[in-house]
């Protein structure tokens, strides 16, 4: 089964002085359960238009997607919302964690987003933070976090509502070598353990 099926995807924009972009031109990408793909490109060339269209935050101007064979093209605002929220984990270049909430909180907002948080909700959140060498943080604000220890959060938070797609813009462009590897290996593990599809943008 494919998770994410795009097809002639094109995305043009307009600038500030009103000439057209075409940004994307009939891109088409198949990813199928348990896969985990890079698209690689130079600045400018349009990974994040193309992750922002896989993961419905962005309509295209032509193409069709599908998410778990699901046509999401007719989607309206509430529909798309809740597609995000239900199928998709995002891990962002910048970890975008929210300043006032802790680790542990960091987590339990998707579940908050969705409704209730229960006990096992609680449980889930601390197994994932421990497996991703948070234990001893799960009451720390981003502030007090390294670079490596955000971004583990953020993959953290995209893997809380079991997510059926990971998009995952450059996770690994503000850390060093040795973090970067560590980032893409958990990453690697996820999909592994999880057998969903999994789809990263990097540069
Ligand atoms: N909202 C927008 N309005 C106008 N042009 C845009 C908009 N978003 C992106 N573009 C243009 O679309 C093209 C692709 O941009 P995109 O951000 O997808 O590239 P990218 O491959 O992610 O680059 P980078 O590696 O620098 O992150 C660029 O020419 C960019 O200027
Ligand atoms: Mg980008």
Redesign the pocket.
């Known amino acids: 089964m494919s998770n994410l099926f795009l097809k002639n995807i094109t995305k043009e924009?307009?600038?500030d002085n009103g000439e057209k972009?075409i940004?994307l031109n009939k891109v088409s990408l198949t990813v199928n359960s348990g896969e985990l793909i890079a698209i690689v490109?130079?600045?400018?060339?349009?990974?994040?238009?193309?992750l922002s269209i896989a993961g419905a935050l962005l309509q295209p101007t032509t193409g069709q997607i599908k998410i778990n064979e699901t046509d999401i093209s007719r989607f309206n605002e509430q529909e798309l919302s809740r597609l995000r929220l239900q199928e998709i984990g995002f891990i962002l270049q910048s970890s975008n964690l929210v300043p006032y909430l802790n680790v542990l909180e960091q987590l339990l907002l998707v579940k908050q987003l969705q409704g209730k948080v229960t006990a096992a909700d609680k449980q889930q959140a601390q197994e994932l933070l421990t497996e991703l060498g948070l234990a001893d943080k799960l009451k720390n604000f981003p502030s007090d976090l390294s670079g490596g220890q955000k971004q583990r959060v953020a993959i953290g938070r995209a893997l809380m509502n079991d997510p059926s797609v990971i998009l995952a813009d450059?996770p690994t462009a503000s850390l060093d070598t040795k973090k970067a590897h560590e980032v893409v290996q958990l990453l690697v593990n996820e999909t592994k353990k999880t057998s969903k599809g999994r789809d990263y943008?990097h540069?």
Do not use: L, Q, W
């Open positions: 924009f307009v600038d972009i940004a490109g130079p600045s400018g060339s349009g990974k994040s238009t193309f450059e943008g540069s």
